[in-house]
């Protein structure tokens, strides 16, 4: 279900209509990477859509993969990196599938906004994914939008929105004990992101993966 509405939406809209598409990537994810790595480590991102920000954090001169279920948001974000005259890589995959084609380790991993598209029947298999991706005491941030949102009705953890798709709203304490088999928390807390369409009360959460 979730590919197909991913896959109708950017191959019928424009991308400036997409409510998540911002070209710009936000100085929190810039901030988080820079003072993290170093301009040798890989960085991941899952759920790049477009590839705004893997453009972005190759521009700055990280080694980045982006990898998303939408194979028509990965040609476009391949023609955006071709344009920008950046070298990085994106892969159209299912993040919660097997990600054959993955065989990278990584020292950096972000999902932005892409949590709450996935429920919580998923979430385990997911962390798993991203848990097996990244090297031992590599960093993860997840930012997904909070349970006390007050868009799209602002109640209920499952809301629908006007695109059709269905979304799930987490609280800190939910993020923290998903990621807790794997990760150590560096930083929790509810933050204020802008979007297209009014402001978002998002939950951020900074992570170390365990060294063993």
Known sequence: M????????????????IPWNVETAPEILKSA????????????EF??????????LSSMGFDVTGVDIAEHAIEIARRSALRAGVACRFVA???LGE??????KYDFGYDWELLHHIFPEDRERYVR???RLLNPSATHLSVCFSEHD???GGVGKYRETSLGTVLYFSSEAEVESLFATCFL???????ELGGKHGSHRAVYALLRKKSS
């Not at 759920?47 to 972005?56: D, E, L």
């Open 2 to 17: 979730i590919k197909e509405q991913m896959e109708k939406i950017y191959r019928d809209m424009e991308l400036a209509a």
């Open 33 to 44: 990477v820079a003072s993290r790595t170093t301009r040798s480590s890989k960085v991941i």
């Open 47 to 56: 759920g790049c859509g477009a590839g705004n920000y893997v453009v972005a």
């Open 93 to 95: 995959a299912d993040v």
């Open 99 to 104: 990600l054959p084609t993955i065989n990278d």
């Open 129 to 131: 994914n991203v848990c």
């Open 150 to 152: 007050p868009q799209f």
């Open 185 to 191: 928390v560096e930083e929790l807390k509810t933050i």
